[in-house]
T-cell receptor, first 113, second 117 residues
Framework: SQQGEEDPQALSIQEGENATMNCSYK?????LQWYRQNSGRGLVHLIL?????REKHSGRLRVTLDTSKKSSSLLITASRAADTASYFC?????????????FGRGTQLTVWP | EAGVAQSPRYKIIEKRQSVAFWCNPI?????LYWYQQILGQGPKLLIQ????????DSQLPKDRFSAERLKGVDSTLKIQPAKLEDSAVYLC???????????????FGPGTRLTVL
């Protein structure tokens, strides 16, 4: 399967703490993307990291990619209650399927005030 | 910039009935996607359009699901007849991606929550 698999399935932390979510996948990728989904809403794109990149930052987000281990991690620093949501990684294998995303089951993050 | 619009937001039907969902992508976006998201799971791609042509529909249950994208803009997804296991959120997404070498961000609509009784 091309799907990413997130770990842990659920994460509960206090405001101000850091949250780390991991994603593993099975096939070669062109890029890997992280999305956030608030309850009952659509997905919001957070960050895209290409296969030739190892780390990327965007505000309080830090994403790493290790293609040798077929894994990625998303770090949210200084978390806020508003970060409570489900986080999904999605892989794009590229080639003839470039542009198609395969999502994992997601990590449910709860940030307590 | 207006986002991806979907309607209706909620739909409740009985099994064996038909239902249709509508999506209006971001203006100018060439590629449109329909996803099915079952509760507790990630979105699963059903069909991908580029302009008004189908790029990939390998995961679309074609015996009951159909989709079209007229004039390369709006799209409709239909289920006929619906089964209990079709209960899910149906998400539409669009991107500026035109099938070249570099992918592009997908922008998602709010989804249509379908309940089949």
């Amino acid at each position: 399967s091309q799907q990413g698999e997130e770990d842990p399935q659920a994460l509960s932390i206090q405001e101000g703490e850091n949250a780390t979510m991991n994603c593993s996948y099975k096939t070669s990728i062109n890029n890997l993307q992280w999305y956030r989904q608030n309850s009952g809403r659509g997905l919001v794109h957070l960050i895209l990291i290409r296969s030739n990149e190892r780390e990327k930052h965007s505000g309080r987000l830090r994403v790493t990619l290790d293609t040798s281990k077929k894994s990625s991690s998303l770090l949210i620093t200084a978390s806020r209650a508003a970060d409570t949501a489900s986080y999904f990684c999605a892989t794009d294998a590229g080639g003839s399927t470039l542009g198609r995303l395969y999502f994992g089951r997601g990590t449910q993050l709860t940030v307590w005030p | 910039e207006a986002g991806v619009a979907q309607s209706p937001r909620y739909k409740i039907i009985e099994k064996r009935q038909s239902v249709a969902f509508w999506c209006n992508p971001i203006s100018g976006h060439a590629t449109l996607y329909w996803y099915q998201q079952i509760l507790g799971q990630g979105p699963k791609l059903l069909i991908q359009f580029q302009n008004n042509g189908v790029v990939d529909d390998s995961q679309l249950p074609k015996d009951r699901f159909s989709a079209e994208r007229l004039k390369g803009v709006d799209s409709t997804l239909k289920i006929q007849p619906a089964k209990l296991e079709d209960s899910a959120v149906y998400l539409c997404a669009s991107s500026a991606y035109r099938g070249l070498t570099s992918t592009d961000t997908q922008y998602f609509g709010p989804g249509t929550r379908l309940t089949v009784l």
